[in-house]
């Protein structure tokens, strides 16, 4: 699992993290598509889907906040992935750490990873402030 840089002005913990079959198949997209970008759906439960674009295809405006960088990199160069979020949605999860996974079947839209037969998929869980992350 890695986790974002820390990117929320004024906080010092991670808000996102991606387990290993993540990381993998984003590694796969990067070299399939190049830059990558995650917006998170308006989506309001748990298992809410997280939309994987080429970086910049979908426009992010001042009523989305960048949550954190993840870095997805095999070592060789840098392969960051900005996840973004409606600051809207984001009032709703601001108490919240998100694990984006990888799930098999197919989601809707026009997320990248749709024609592999997975969708990403987020985990939740309550922010612990008085500890780090594992």
């Known amino acids: 699992m890695i986790e974002a840089s820390v990117v929320v002005p ?7 993290a991606a387990t290993d079959e993540a990381v993998g198949l984003l ?3 990067w070299s399939d598509n190049g830059p990558l970008m995650f917006h998170q759906s308006g989506g309001c439960c748990d ?6 674009y080429p970086d910049g295809e979908f426009i992010t405006s001042d009523n989305d906040i960048l949550l954190g960088v993840l870095d997805v990199s095999d070592g060789s160069r840098p392969q960051p992935i900005d996840f973004w979020m409606s600051r809207e ?3 709703y999860w ?8 990888v799930v098999k079947g197919r989601g809707s839209g026009f997320s990248l990873e749709a024609p592999e037969g997975v969708r990403f998929l987020i985990r939740s869980r309550l922010m612990d402030t008085a500890k780090p992350f594992a």
Do not use: A
Not at 10 to 16: N, V
Not at 47 to 52: E, K
Not at 94 to 101: M, N
């Open 89 to 91: 949605q984001f009032e």
């Open 10 to 16: 004024g906080e010092t913990m991670p808000r996102i």
């Open 27 to 29: 590694r796969k997209l």
């Open 94 to 101: 601001s108490h919240t750490f998100l694990t984006v996974d």
């Open 47 to 52: 298992g809410s889907s997280p939309m994987c």
